[in-house]
T-cell receptor, first 117, second 114 residues
Framework: GAVVSQHPSRVICKSGTSVKIECRSLDFQATTMFWYRQFPKQSLMLMATSNEGSKATYEQGVEKDKFLINHASLTLSTLTVTSAHPEDSSFYIC?????????????FGPGTRLTVL | AQTVTQSQPEMSVQEAETVTLSCTYDTSENNYYLFWYKQPPSRQMILVIRQEAYKQQNATENRFSVNFQKAAKSFSLKISDSQLGDTAMYFCAFMASGTYKYIFGTGTRLKVLA
């Protein structure tokens, strides 16, 4: 149980285009979802927290207009990188949490590698 | 603000030996949770072990155990009988109760040698 999927696992795009990454909780309802960014050989950096049906809360320094987050249902959150540039190339990881089960624990997706040419 | 410190960027251990990874944290919270995550080359984050701060007993999961020293704000991970599959990046994480937000350490890269 507690499986989180991400799609796509890998994406290459041209500079200036937008890319959407999906994060789904497959066997539970995720009241809260988190988006992280991870640079090579570094730790996970929290970008934003989203609760179903409400606006995402962004961490300091993260551009909300560039990284659009939508958490429209209890099983799906999306991250859209708008007008992507090479510096946005990174590994993006989502995680999901629920108050009902294994509270105070996040379940991680497998990540998405974004390469912007 | 909470911080998590992992002072060992890289470690290596011989197969079947025991290794301990260090983690210290700073918080003024009284209720919180501590975690160790493993990130193998696949980059999938895998929960290794968790500890509730209100529990005095150290958590154990098979070959993995922790030494939780609340007063010293220390949370080390011991891996016994190390296996080649334990080679990975290990992250220590803190979560204040009710926040659902992790604060990660910088990680320790562990290599198990055959």
């Amino acid at each position: 149980g507690a499986v989180v999927s991400q799609h796509p696992s890998r994406v290459i795009c041209k500079s200036g285009t937008s890319v959407k990454i999906e994060c789904r909780s497959l066997d539970f309802q995720a009241t809260t979802m988190f988006w992280y960014r991870q640079f090579p050989k570094q730790s996970l950096m929290l970008m934003a927290t989203s609760n179903e049906g409400s606006k995402a809360t962004y961490e300091q320094g993260v551009e909300k207009d560039k990284f659009l987050i939508n958490h429209a249902s209890l099983t799906l959150s999306t991250l859209t990188v708008t007008s992507a540039h090479p510096e946005d190339s990174s590994f993006y990881i989502c995680s999901a949490g629920t108050s009902g089960r294994a509270a105070n624990e996040q379940f991680f997706g497998p990540g998405t590698r974004l390469t912007v040419l | 603000a909470q911080t998590v410190t992992q002072s060992q960027p890289e470690m290596s251990v011989q197969e079947a030996e025991t290794v301990t990874l260090s983690c210290t944290y700073d918080t003024s919270e009284n209720n919180y949770y501590l975690f160790w995550y493993k990130q193998p080359p696949s980059r999938q984050m895998i929960l290794v072990i968790r500890q509730e701060a209100y529990k005095q007993q150290n958590a154990t999961e098979n070959r993995f155990s922790v030494n939780f020293q609340k007063a010293a704000k220390s949370f080390s991970l011991k891996i016994s009988d190390s296996q080649l599959g334990d080679t990975a990046m290990y992250f220590c994480a803190f979560m204040a109760s009710g926040t659902y937000k992790y604060i990660f350490g910088t990680g320790t890269r562990l290599k198990v040698l055959a």
